[in-house]
């Protein structure tokens, strides 16, 4: 909006000629939302607490969770808000890959919001039941993919990391699955908000990989260079990303240990599903089981669990998901967290060395 606003003004004032910059406006959005996060961040901690909107502890849950309970919760709208500001703010308006992303966002938030709400209301750790949070989700992601479409902006292939050519065309199923990866990956980053700032970091290292992948793609030289086909207009969600680093960030400052302020199914939801819609926008879907490699293990952990024990009647891990088998094994959670941050760069960076290694 503002290179709309500000740029017809360049000629008086040069310096306006920088909002045609990606890479600019892309840090501007960062550095934005980030501000927003930190100046209402406190602000909004007191509104929660003042409401009673305090964290719900599940009693099945490590025992020590117990003194998480009544911590503010919900911060994903102040994420979320932060990011639709900001990205509003510094793209370039016509871009319909940001708008598709920031709905996706918005939309993946607000079934969160309504659990949260119920959680709240209830005063228990059931929210909204499994089976209407996933007619909600499938609606949703039906959408998308028709917004997808309806713009020529989806295609039914899967394109392969360390594989210049490798494809499969996938034809009417490509539906299936992003219906079914696009539910587990917010559901997964759910999974992995389990302890203080454990998810959060995971979420910005895998968007980081994204935003050099769109610009990127964005750029002829560059994605030519690299032998990938050109993806024109892609280059723009690297400023939605620059906004979700940023508010990320600033989240991050009042939930790192001990946690002032959890994000909540509003925030887990809506990044994981904005994070998967951005792999599948820009053509990278197979690349998310790289660089959110954190999601998957916490996901498989809970899946692996419960089947283990239907089919056996034995546990293979002390609690899942598997951060919480680390904790019973007598981990601090910081140390838990942080070692998941660590393998979360070390992926991220594996992600990135895709893009030569092909």
């Known amino acids: 909006m503002l290179e709309y606003l500000l740029y017809p003004f360049a000629k008086q004032l040069i310096v ?5 910059y990606i890479t600019f406006r892309t840090l ?6 980030l501000v927003i ?24 849950g490590p025992k020590n969770h117990k003194v998480k309970k009544g911590t503010p919760t919900m911060g994903g709208v102040l994420i979320i808000g932060a990011i639709a500001v900001s990205t509003v703010l510094w ?33 228990s750790a059931r929210g909204l039941k499994g089976s209407y949070k996933f007619v909600m989700e499938f609606a949703l992601t039906i959408v998308i993919i028709y917004l997808l479409v309806r713009y020529d902006h989806l295609d039914f292939t899967l394109t392969f990391p360390f594989f210049k050519k490798a494809a499969l065309d996938l034809g009417w199923t490509y539906f299936l699955f992003v219906l079914f990866v696009i539910i587990g990956t917010s559901n997964a980053v759910n999974l992995t908000d389990g302890q203080d700032g454990l998810a959060i970091v995971p979420v910005m290292t895998s968007f980081s990989v994204y935003a050099v992948f769109a610009y990127v793609l964005g750029n002829i030289k560059f994605s030519e260079y690299l032998m990938f086909t050109p993806m024109m207009g892609t280059g723009e969600i690297a400023t939605f990303i620059g ?3 940023g508010a990320s960030l600033g989240f991050l400052w009042f939930n790192t240990y001990p946690a002032e302020l959890f994000m909540g199914d509003v925030g887990s ?14 053509k990278q879907e197979i690349l998310l089981g790289i660089v959110g490699g954190v999601f998957v293990a916490e996901a498989l952990s809970v899946i692996t669990q419960v089947g283990s024990f239907k089919l056996s009647g034995r546990r293979l891990f002390a ?7 680390f904790e019973l094994k007598g981990w601090d959670e910081p140390k838990i967290t ?16 895709t893009l030569k290694l092909r």
């Not at 306006?16 to 045609?20: E, R, S």
């Not at 871009?95 to 209830?122: C, E, P, Q, R, T």
């Not at 994070?275 to 599948?280: G, I, P």
């Not at 942080?338 to 060395?353: D, N, T």
Request: hydrophobic share 60%; glycine share 12%.
């Open 37 to 60: 996060c930190m100046v209402f961040g406190n602000a909004f901690i007191r509104f929660m607490s003042g409401a009673g909107m305090g964290q719900v502890v599940r009693d099945e």
């Open 16 to 20: 306006f000629h920088v909002l045609k």
């Open 269 to 282: 939801l809506g990044l994981g599903g904005g994070l998967f819609m951005t792999a599948v926008v820009l």
């Open 319 to 325: 609690m899942a998901p598997i951060h919480h088998h």
């Open 28 to 33: 501007g959005a960062m550095i934005t939302s």
């Open 91 to 123: 793209m370039d308006i016509t871009n319909v890959y940001v708008w598709i992303l920031l709905f996706a966002l918005l939309g993946f938030g607000a079934i969160g919001f309504v659990d949260d709400f119920m959680k709240l209301k209830s005063r």
């Open 243 to 245: 906004a979700v680093i």
């Open 338 to 353: 942080v070692r998941f941050w660590i393998i979360s760069i070390l992926l991220a960076l594996i992600g990135l060395a």
